[in-house]
Nanobody
Framework: QVQLVESGGGSVQAGGSLRLSCAAS???????MAWFRQAPGKEREGVAT????????YYADSVKGRFTISQDNVKNTLTLQMNSLKPEDTAMYYC????????????????????WGQGTQVSVSS
């Protein structure tokens, strides 16, 4: 059973930076791992995805050039470096992973991810 625990959330002013971490236990080799976020009253949206097997990454248009997803395969940790934060980035951030290996992690939705962390809050003020 895969278990995910996020950390690193907090409050920051616009233009600032935060780094989120997700500690994963259990086997995740060849899994797709991702960060999602959800603001109150809004749908959950994908932020960034990484193909754990080879390190290929994908980003939502709204965060390209500002956020970077990475992984440490030895420690089984997923990271989201967030720079140039904007108020619209305010949300609960979740890490997630698929249950089965895949040929590609491109174009996946929240329904494709089996395991989820409990979330870490990110608040960006103007």
């Amino acid at each position: 059973q895969v278990q995910l625990v996020e950390s690193g959330g907090g409050s920051v002013q616009a233009g600032g930076s935060l780094r989120l971490s997700c500690a994963a236990s259990g086997y995740t080799y060849r899994s797709c791992m991702a960060w999602f976020r959800q603001a109150p009253g809004k749908e959950r949206e994908g932020v960034a995805t990484i193909y754990s097997r080879i390190g290929t990454t994908y980003y939502a248009d709204s965060v390209k050039g500002r956020f970077t997803i990475s992984q440490d395969n030895v420690k089984n940790t997923l990271t989201l470096q967030m720079n140039s934060l904007k108020p619209e980035d305010t949300a609960m951030y979740y890490c997630a992973t698929t249950a089965a290996s895949r040929l590609s992690c491109y174009g996946l939705s929240a329904a494709d991810f089996r395991y989820w962390g409990q979330g870490t809050q990110v608040s960006v003020s103007s």
